[in-house]
């Protein structure tokens, strides 16, 4: 027999638990579906111990604490959150949304918010011949525990934000931290930067990582030019190298899904209270698109109870609206 939901919220990212939350708050029966092993999405892949500082209430948790205070939260009410749970499809047949999980499974739904971010993503490489020898052996794209680098010469290669707050958190730990970007200017926010600047981070800009070696005793020998020349200006030495260029989505599953939704460059596009094309579909956090759009955590934490309540007034316009949480006995 298929399962039926009121609310299936699609991805476990800090933003889709909120939202899963939120609706269990509302008493509806809701489950959130994760493709991965491990809830937390890009917070738990990319950014564990990196510091939060844009979440209402929440400023410099790590990653890790935030999911883990996430996780807690949504266990007040049982909520369930299916991992390895990977929607294959999605359409409407009569007033349900029938969700195809693992190519195999049917669930059943009154409406359908998806929290599932840009889609599967991949690091933008470090462009050196030899990138495939240096991968787990000093060079990295993850950094997954900064208590591995304490004591240890580390570079940083960016100039974003990911950049720049690995940057601070590593020299506390590191024996000496070297941050390379090929442009003056970092495209941090403006209070990272300040810390950066105020820091013992040895900052070398603009310039280029050219080739880099493996050496004798292990480490990893840097070949630095100047971001426009293809000239060695300088070489140095480091423990470990960790490129923070950003990250490139490989396409949104969602795209293949026989649903009927509209797709501009930014993501799927959505209109009050962040409902699609489609009625009773949803799409909150960096998955939704429209104007002015912020892909910030905070952001999304406030599309979550918006979709869930239009998600209520849709399958049961009788359903009065939320009241306030603080008048509500929850203990």
Do not use: C
Request: hydrophobic share 40%.
């Amino acid at each position: 027999m298929n399962k039926t939901y009121d609310i299936l919220i699609v991805g476990a990212g800090p933003v889709g638990l909120f939202a899963g939350y939120y609706a269990s708050l509302r008493n509806v029966k809701v489950a959130v579906l994760e493709a991965l092993p491990e809830i937390g999405g890009q917070v738990t892949t990319l950014y564990p111990d990196k510091k939060i500082w844009d979440v209402p209430a929440m400023a410099g948790m790590t990653g890790r604490e935030l999911i883990q205070r996430l996780e807690e939260q949504s266990k007040r009410f049982d909520l369930p959150v299916l991992t390895n749970h990977k929607v294959t499809n999605l359409e409407k047949v009569g007033d349900e949304f029938v969700v195809e999980v693992n190519g195999d499974e049917t669930m059943l739904a009154k409406a359908v918010i998806l929290a599932s971010g840009k889609g599967a993503f991949s690091p933008r490489r470090l462009q050196v011949e030899n990138e495939e020898e240096l991968l787990g052996h000093g060079l990295a794209y993850f950094a997954p525990d900064l208590n591995a680098y304490d004591g240890r010469e580390v570079a940083v290669l960016g100039g974003g934000d990911s950049a720049v707050d690995l940057a601070n958190e590593i020299e506390k730990r590191a024996k000496k931290t070297t941050l390379i970007h090929r442009r003056d200017s970092f495209r941090a926010l403006e209070q990272s930067v300040k810390e950066l600047e105020n820091s013992a981070v040895e900052k070398k800009t603009p310039y280029k990582v050219l080739s880099a070696v493996k050496t004798a005793n292990g480490r990893l020998k840097l070949n630095l030019s100047l971001t426009k020349e293809k000239e060695v200006a300088e070489s140095i030495e480091v423990d470990d190298l960790l490129v923070q260029y950003g990250f490139k989505t490989n396409g949104q599953a969602e795209r293949d899904w026989k649903i009927d939704v509209d797709w501009d460059k930014a993501g799927l596009a959505v209109k009050n209270q962040m409902e699609t094309k489609e009625p009773g579909l949803f799409a909150i956090g960096d998955l939704s698109s429209y104007e002015g759009h912020a892909d910030l955590i905070a952001t999304g934490f406030g599309q979550g109870p918006a979709a869930v309540n239009a998600a209520i007034a849709f399958y049961d316009p009788k359903q009065a609206g939320p009241g306030h949480s603080s008048s509500l006995n929850i203990e």
